[in-house]
């Protein structure tokens, strides 16, 4: 019995409990004086995307709209909140590269994946190449919209694939992707500044989108990389009001 308490009368014991101590005591303090939380509340959407009103993006036309099937993919995934349409931009030529849209967008919220789903895993999870990868500002215009920056300035990351075909008489094909994110009221570029935002303790919610953009034609053609930013500030100028206005919660 005496070399048991003895145990526990050790120095470096005592250290760890001191320090454990310690440090509950901060976050107690902290939480309670200066509204630090660990564990966010969820903010759900004002509205599934499923119910998305199609004649508000005109005068872009929704074609297909996909479920994800596999249970494997969704839970992958990690949320049943998404939206994985193609829309066709009826103002431009069908030949024309950027006719089509594949429009994939995801939400997360209470304390999500600080890490979420970006295109370099995907793409290259099915066998494609990112060629290269840059940091652009698309901008939408003034819109006058709460939750669109004054200058309709979105930061975004611009992905450039390579997909070999498998047809011999047939060369590489290139392709752009398009994303970015709106977490916590605000809109970020890349995974990086999603952690950050993510990992503010002064905020009692937290939740963050993805929003996909990739631009083709029905014969399977891509268009460049400016083509392919023109014709996402296009669609974003229509698309982003719908989202801020009837799917995204409001972020005071």
Known sequence: MKSF????????????????????GFIS???????????KKP??????????????????????KSKISNQDVLESLGTEDYLQWIVE???VDVMNPVRNCSVFITYYTGNPDQVPHVPEACYTGGGDQVESSSSVTLNIGDVN???IPRKGEIPATVLIFTRKSTEIWQTTAAFPVIYFFKVNGTYKGNRTAVRIALGDLMSEYSYFSKIELKFFNSRGLYPDQQQSIEAADRLLKVLLPVLEKNHWPDWK
């Not at 050790?10 to 509950?24: E, G, R």
């Not at 903010?43 to 009103?53: G, N």
């Open 89 to 91: 931009d009826t103002t």
């Open 43 to 64: 903010l759900p959407l004002k509205q599934p995307f499923d119910v998305l009103d199609e004649k508000l993006l005109e005068p872009y036309k929704v074609i297909d």
């Open 29 to 39: 303090y902290f939480k309670a004086y200066q509204g630090i939380t660990l564990i």
């Open 5 to 24: 308490v003895k145990n526990y009368l050790q120095p470096s014991f005592l250290l760890s409990v001191a320090c454990l101590l310690f440090t509950a």
């Open 145 to 147: 919209l709460p939750g």
